[in-house]
């Protein structure tokens, strides 16, 4: 006889048998009445009235300002390869290349 698996529903903490949907949550769900009407006047594009008048900068941002003041007025270093690394680069590919010819 196989042996019948219980679980504690993390919802309502209703014992429920395994495959079985939990009877707790489906009578909380048919309780409960869809919002529906409420949801579809206002757009999720919408703002919503709180954040009218927050002062934020519409136009004249000044990028350079803002970017000095966020990560000081020192100049970025710059990037690149050392010389010995194109020295190396340089002699494989010679050697490569004189391995292909001989």
Request: aromatic share 12%; glycine share 8%; hydrophobic share 40%.
């Amino acid at each position: 006889m196989p042996e019948i698996l219980n679980y504690l529903c993390p919802f309502c903490e209703y014992e429920v048998r395994v495959g079985e949907p939990c009877p707790g949550c489906a009578n909380k769900t048919a309780i409960r009445k869809p919002k529906a009407k409420a949801r579809a006047k206002r757009r999720p594009w919408h703002q919503a009235p709180s954040h009218q008048g927050l002062d934020l900068p519409e136009e004249g941002f000044d990028y350079d300002a803002f970017v000095a003041r966020e990560f000081g007025k020192s100049p970025h270093q710059a990037l690149g390869v050392k010389w010995y690394w194109w020295l190396l680069g340089v002699a494989i590919l010679s050697g490569m290349v004189a391995k292909l010819f001989l």
